[in-house]
């Protein structure tokens, strides 16, 4: 139950900084990589780098370390390795894109409603 927690986390952070269209692909059983991707985007630049910034200061203070995280600098896509979560925060432009929930079609939806807020 430990990575649902770090993913709550992860997603509570996203939405904070009015991350749009977040989505939770449960990648159990499907990738290597991690138990969950979550991914969502930003409408620049700087919103993209405070979103992935949220999810890496909050996701410590709960006492998780970021692995990896790549793509800060740019802002286009930023990719933060949880460990058990993997964050994709997109500029809105390369989220349709690289189109990722297509990529992972196979990977169900996980249901992140009860923690976004209303």
């Known amino acids: 139950m430990e990575n649902r927690e770090l ?13 749009e269209d977040i989505v939770v692909l449960n990648m159990k059983g499907i990738s290597l990589i991690a138990d969950y991707f ?7 630049d700087k919103q993209v780098q405070a979103i992935a910034s949220e999810i890496k200061d909050k996701s410590e203070e709960i006492g998780y370390s970021v692995k990896r995280m790549e793509g800060f600098d ?11 979560v993997v964050a994709h925060v997109f500029h809105r432009d390369e989220r349709s894109y690289y ?9 169900p939806f996980e249901d992140i409603r009860s923690e976004l807020t209303p």
Not at 38 to 44: K, V
Not at 74 to 84: F, N, R, S, T, Y
């Open 7 to 19: 993913l709550n986390t992860a997603v509570k952070a996203a939405d904070d900084k009015r991350a």
């Open 74 to 84: 740019e802002g286009k896509w930023v990719l933060i390795d949880l460990g058990d």
């Open 38 to 44: 979550l991914i969502c985007h930003g409408n620049s």
């Open 99 to 107: 189109n990722l929930e297509r990529l992972w079609g196979d990977a």
